[in-house]
């Protein structure tokens, strides 16, 4: 649990998510390889990082046809700032921010804020950065000025009211690239371009009478990373073993680095070829293959029950869910979601199944598209969790080493 609570801690952006697991699996023997140059035939693990996506592979030294793939997502939604953000008004110095994602936008309001992603300089070198301190603040109208608030709502227009605040004064034009500039060490025309993004300051932690639960930002989807790359890291597959995660799943996955990409699809191309596979045996192994699309799950909430399917109500500590949708919005079919639950069984662990409700909008996963673009046979799962897209959401202690346990046993097949 304390490896879970770090991994959150280290990672407040996707692309240092993508970094924060390539350091896990570097510490047990991965090698670190380019999308530009071959990849290696040798047995043992490798893996490849872009951007805020990684794809990790092990290879056995004798691998049973075809692949298992562990799918998961390193973005959650936040506000990201604009490429021009010094702003202000009323002796206030802002910064203007995008919402990212599906985003509980009132869940930032007063709220300490930090900083990180990535920036880009002049030299062509793209470098991290994460400020974890008291930044900025998006401060909530007084209940004085807003009588009907607790009745009615806090209603945010998202050009006027979603703008934090980070000084006083009056705004100065390339003050953030100069506030950047600083933090990197780089003289301020240095910096050309960022993608930075807040983060909520308050640690990781665990929660209850009985610190049975955990609360953090990203844990959508952060778990699901950190129990793929762990089960990743134990090398006890049977089969080639992939780990893929994505950026921009958020806001729809078609991107360079998002499920949609040929990231994964190319990766897994180059590992058949390196080993002296044809086109021919690239497709058997497709066809022979699984993945396991992990993103978390919704629990159900007792304040609000009469939004759940009632037959299918899943809760904290339970272990992990088996994912279904009629319309697809969920890869999950009859033959992996048995897969999914035999390796349950042989790891010990307990599970779960969750269905929405049949009038209610269904989200979605990078399963439907791992499955359509690879032809993957793929089973959704994930932990259960409260708070889904706030700036801090919570889910139960148990489940991510539940997760790790049926990953395993997936991984080292039956």
């Not at 034009?173 to 300051?201: N, P, R, S, Y």
């Not at 992939?242 to 958020?250: G, N, P, Q, W």
Request: net charge negative; proline share 6%.
């Amino acid at each position: 649990m304390i490896e879970l609570l770090e991994f959150l801690r280290r990672s407040p952006s996707p692309y240092h998510a993508a970094e924060s697991a390539a350091a896990a699996l570097t510490e047990v023997g991965f090698r670190r390889q380019s999308l530009g140059e071959p990849i290696d035939d040798a047995p043992g693990g490798a893996f490849v990082v872009r951007g805020g996506a990684i794809v990790a592979w092990h290879v056995p030294a004798e691998p049973a046809p075809g692949f298992v793939v562990i799918g998961a997502h390193t973005d959650s939604p936040n506000l990201r700032v604009k490429p021009r953000p010094d702003t202000g008004s009323s002796g206030y110095r802002q910064l203007g921010v995008d919402v990212y994602g599906g985003a509980l936008v009132n869940s930032w309001l007063d709220r300490d804020l930090g900083l990180s992603g990535r920036v880009a300089l002049r030299s062509g070198e793209v470098r991290l950065v994460e400020v974890d301190r008291p930044l900025l603040r998006l401060s909530q109208l007084a209940i004085h000025l807003d009588r009907d608030v607790n009745e009615k709502g806090v209603v945010l227009d998202r050009q006027q009211h979603v703008v934090p605040m980070w000084g006083l004064g009056t705004p100065e034009e390339g003050a953030f690239a100069g506030f950047l500039a600083k933090e990197l060490d780089v003289a301020a025309d240095d910096v050309v371009a960022w993608d930075v993004m807040t983060h909520d300051l308050a640690p990781p932690s665990l929660l209850g009478v009985d610190g049975e639960l955990i609360a953090s930002g990203r844990l959508d989807n952060l778990v699901s990373v950190w129990c793929g790359t762990a089960a990743l890291a134990r090398r006890e597959s049977s089969r080639i073993a992939v780990l893929a995660c994505f950026d921009h799943e958020e806001v729809g996955s078609e991107t360079s680095t998002g499920a949609a990409s040929p990231l994964l699809g190319d990766v897994l191309e180059r590992i058949s070829a390196a080993r002296g596979g044809t086109r021919a045996d690239h497709l058997a192994a497709l066809s022979s293959s699984l993945c396991v699309s992990a993103d978390m799950a919704h629990a159900v909430h007792p304040n609000y029950p009469d939004r759940y399917e009632p037959s299918h109500l899943v809760h904290p500590n339970r272990g992990p869910v088996i994912k279904t949708n009629v319309g697809q919005r969920y890869a999950t079919d009859a033959a992996t979601a048995a897969e999914f639950v035999a390796a349950c069984e042989r790891a010990g662990v307990p599970w779960q199944v969750y269905s929405h409700r049949s009038n209610m909008a269904c989200g979605s996963t990078i399963g439907p598209i791992t499955a359509m673009r690879l032809g993957i046979a793929t089973v959704d799962v994930g932990n259960p969790m409260l708070s889904m897209h706030s700036a801090r959401e919570m889910a139960g202690r148990d489940d991510a080493d539940f997760m790790v346990e049926a990953m395993t046993e997936v991984l080292r097949g039956g």
